[in-house]
C-alpha cells in the first residue's frame, strides 16, 4: 500500500513537470526581432541589457517588435527611468543601461 502511494506521487510529478514543459512555449527567453540602434551603432535581434552613454546623453532607435526599457543603473539595475515603444526614437535616453527581450 505504501509503495503503490510513492508510486502514484512520483507519477503525479512527472505529470505535472510535462503538462509545464508543454505549456510553457519556448521555455527561454527570445530575442527581440528587428533593428536596435544605440549611438548609431545597430543591433540585429537584440536581447538582454545594453549600456548606454556614460557621460553623453544616448540616442535609441527602436525598430524591433518588443518595449525596450531605460534602467537608471549600468546593468538594468535600479529603476526603469523609460520606455522606448517599437518605431521610437529617444533623445536623450534618460539613464544608463536598456534592456529588451
Given at each position: ?30 530575442a ?48 526603469v ?7 521610437q ?13
Open positions: 500500500m505504501r509503495g503503490t502511494r510513492r508510486a502514484a506521487r512520483v507519477l503525479g510529478a512527472c505529470t505535472a513537470a510535462l503538462v509545464l514543459a508543454v505549456a510553457v512555449p519556448g521555455g527561454t527567453a527570445q527581440a526581432n528587428g533593428l536596435l540602434i544605440i549611438d548609431g551603432v545597430p543591433h540585429t535581434d537584440p536581447s538582454g541589457c545594453h549600456p548606454l552613454g556614460d557621460f553623453v546623453p544616448s540616442e535609441v532607435v527602436n525598430l524591433t517588435d518588443e518595449v525596450a526599457f531605460v534602467w537608471s543603473g549600468p546593468f538594468c539595475d535600479g529603476r527611468t523609460g520606455a522606448v515603444l517599437p518605431g526614437t529617444v533623445r536623450p535616453a534618460p539613464g544608463m543601461s536598456l534592456f529588451i527581450a
